[in-house]
């Protein structure tokens, strides 16, 4: 290993730096960094994705970041067949949703969609007139429309575009602003380029018609018109009893009822949510701003999901959310592995995908207030942590998961306790295959 070159150069200015290749900034960094040779080294293997094509993905690259995609199986998403590709870093994600889909699969989950609308806002601001202007844009409704549509005459070829607008006289702390929304239907695409292009079109018509001064001209990521559904039923003897799904229930008003307990509730369906948009090239801040905004709509942060008793005595659960994902543009048409994952979903417009991201939240948290109501989630997240401690301990090969296994065993995830375990296992001179877990407990190593 060749020795750090810290501090050659500490200056993040750097004229011309997204002129350079990854090659050239990658040894600028080391250099500011004082990375060495094989922290260079592994910056430069950039996996499946070819440096050329992230290189033209955003700026100043210099690496990729792998993360594990994990496959959801036993789905049965309106009576079709599904396995879900899921990018995420944390375990226990993928084995919740596939163990709330075993839970239910003789039934499957039901989905829907309202739509793929997706609203643009203009903010015009010191219209004289504001309630009076406002009339008089919803009045130019057609002249809009011929605007927006012209913007994309692609988009109106495959049954999109321009579908309605609202005006809004918004009152605020800079006095009242007219907000235009343009909404607009975007149909396989996620559409912030379609609905951003028509509103910075429109913009100098509406300063034009309102008077005012036309500032912001972006799509909202409250994608409202634009929301995804899912229902699933789980059997009582199914999911374990009265006892399990009362817990459930309990655990839904908690959140429906607590802000903060709503957070955590539906972090855990961003869990699911957010895996697949990841994997599948979508934009998962756009996504997530739209879930949390929506789980606020009411005034008050809340959840997500929604759980009930049917009149068979099951368990019911539901989910309703914007979903804001596409096929076409961005990162799912460019990258090698969201086209692949597509493919494993087999889905061919935005609106399928939508409906099995929306059924894989549900999943997700069903298997979440399911531990959370029975046994806690530790148990269940104790098997893969311990084997990432294993490897934080430098454990590899066999070793990891007979490092993890005895953690497990002796309630001492740690990663001292780790290292402990490590140095005693490599200190014996017998093979790890030839000893038994419960020699290696009793710390027998010889
Ligand atoms: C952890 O990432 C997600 C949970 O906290 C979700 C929940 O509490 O519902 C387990």
Redo the contacts with the bound molecule.
Sequence with gaps: MTAPRHGANRSSRIAGFHRKTPAERRDLVAAFAGLDDAAVAHLANMGNLPEQLADKMIENVIATMNVPIGVAINLRIDDEEVMVPMATE?S??VAAVCNAARQNYDTGFTTSVSGTLMIAQVQAVDVPDPYAARLRLLGKRDEIKRICDACDPLLLKIGGGFQDMEARVLDTLGGPMLITHLIVDTRDAMGANAVNTMAEKIAPHIADWSGGRVFLRILSNLADRRLARAQATWKLDEIGGTSVRDGIIS?YHF?EADPY?AA??N???M?GISAVVLATGNDTRAVEAGAHAYAARDGRYSSLTRYEINANGDLSGSIELPLAVGLIGGATKIHPTAQTCLKILGVTTAERLARIIAAVGLAQ?FS??K??ATTG?QAGHMGLHAQNIAIMAGAMGDEIDTVAKILVERKTVRIDAAQDLLSELRRSSVPLQNRTITELQKGETK
């Design positions: 944390e226990s994600v655990a959140a307990r955590t509730h972090k855990g369906i869990n948290n979440a207030l531990a959370l989630i």
